[in-house]
């Protein structure tokens, strides 16, 4: 085929080792990776792969879900701006959204929260099962296992060909998950579990289970980050629930799973960094020398950048909002000052501005759970029980997918071959 009519839509390859042209197609910015595999010096040879090392450019699934442009900073919901959606929604109604892909009329939300409601009771097994942890425990191993342990007592949820049962499972462990934090929670604190009342929120009934009361202005800012966490594309725990989902194991062991993932500290684990670092920098006085530190290399700053922003995350702005309603309540924790106005050096510094460091959702998020009255160690539990639906909402889309298989990533080998075996006797 000569240059001028080949379609558009493609991409054409020479292979130099054997002077071989390819004509590879386009589809939605992409190539088939499996499409490389025609390239072969010799018949028998396996064939070209990528090599992408924590697929920093590898498309592993199609998706109508959530929606990122990191370079203009944009997250949506199923097409709607994240911002839009914290300001006048619940997370149930969010939650709805993302696992449905509409947001619900009145008549539907009501049905959604009488679902929600009637299954907001954790099986007593499991709530041995928490009191048993000691009380040095980490609440999101204690989340895990939570997780874990609600597949075995739901046999039926390995029945994942039905589309009924996989959506009275999903609606279980969006309505436990805030059970099993609150009972994780009460028992690290050597406090009684408060029973859930259905007839609150979905957020003021967490609230009422870890504290014994409700205030609506810190129900609504718990609505607000709910709904800033309820799904973020393919990040490591997603990935992680589309990789074990895809064996076909239960929803609970890929939740528990994904929360594993969620677990380490480069994860869900960003925001207890910051505070860290907050409290370390002391004052804003600090804040100059600390960020000469960073710019040596001595130091990072933690809470900036993002593997998908190279903006503003829109998720931090409206945290940054949110944080002024909650102090009104809690009174001001001190190490706000201290985030404002590094934040204000930061970015007004050529050496984070080239780098397209900006406040992530990390940022602000932790300063506001603990003066809400969470220790750092409860964060990420905070950050799981939103994210269950998006985790679920993927695992569904995975499943109805008829490109995905198994998943099983290839390898490059570069170990030896063809070794003789050594007796024992004969090794030196």
């Not at 299954?119 to 097994?125: H, I, K, L, R």
């Not at 874990?148 to 029945?159: D, I, R, T, W, Y």
């Not at 725990?237 to 929360?259: E, I, K, L, N, Q």
């Not at 985790?391 to 499943?399: A, F």
Request: contains cysteine; hydrophobic residues 40%; glycine residues 6%.
């Amino acid at each position: 085929m000569v240059p001028w009519a080949m379609p558009s839509n493609s991409i054409t390859i020479t292979d130099n080792r054997t002077g071989k042209s390819y004509e590879l197609p386009i589809e939605n910015e992409t190539i088939r990776a499996t499409d490389l595999r025609q390239m072969k010096e010799k018949p028998d040879d396996f064939g070209i792969m990528t090599y992408d090392p924590a697929y920093m450019n590898t498309a592993s699934c199609k998706s109508t879900i959530t929606f990122i442009d990191g370079d203009v900073g944009i997250l949506e919901y199923r097409g709607y701006p994240i911002d839009q959606l914290a300001e006048h929604c619940t997370f149930p109604e969010v939650a709805y959204l993302v696992l449905n892909g509409e947001l619900p009329n009145a008549v539907q939300l009501a049905g959604w929260n009488k679902e929600l409601a009637a299954q907001a009771s954790v099986p007593a097994d499991v709530t041995k099962i928490i009191s048993a942890f000691p009380r040095s425990a980490h609440p999101m191993g204690m989340f895990i296992s939570a997780m874990a342990a609600l597949g075995a007592l739901h046999p039926e949820s390995k029945n994942i060909s039905d589309a009924a049962n996989r959506h009275l499972q999903t609606v279980r462990v969006l309505a436990q998950a805030p059970l099993v934090a609150a009972a994780s929670f009460r028992h690290l604190a050597g406090e009684a579990p408060v029973s859930p009342d259905p007839s609150l929120s979905y957020a003021g009934n967490f609230l009422k289970m870890l504290f014994g009361k409700v205030n609506p202005v810190l129900e609504r800012a718990m609505d607000v980050l709910f709904t800033l966490h309820a799904d973020h594309e393919q990040n490591c725990s997603t990935s992680t629930m589309r990789m074990v989902g895809s064996s076909h194991a239960d929803p609970y062991s890929s939740v528990a799973a994904a929360a594993a993932a969620l677990y380490g500290p480069l994860h869900g684990g960003a925001n207890e960094a910051v505070l860290k670092m907050l409290a370390e920098i002391g004052s804003t006085a600090n804040i100059p020398g600390f960020i000469e530190q960073v710019k040596a290399g001595k130091g990072r700053l933690m809470g900036f950048g993002h593997r998908v922003y190279k903006n503003y995350d829109p998720r931090a702005r409206i945290i940054k909002r949110t944080a002024d309603e909650v102090f009104e309540v809690t009174g001001k924790n001190p190490l706000i000052d201290i985030a404002v106005e590094l934040e204000r050096i930061a970015l007004s510094d050529e050496y984070f501005i080239k780098r397209k460091l900006y406040p992530n959702v990390d940022f602000y998020s932790g300063i506001i759970y603990q003066a809400m009255g969470f220790a750092p160690e409860f964060f990420t539990v905070l950050f799981a029980i939103p994210r269950t639906i998006g985790w679920l909402s993927q695992w569904e889309e995975m499943l109805r997918d008829a490109d995905q298989k198994i998943a099983r990533p290839r390898q490059i080998y570069l170990g030896g071959r063809e070794r003789k075996f050594v007796p024992m006797a004969a090794r030196s």
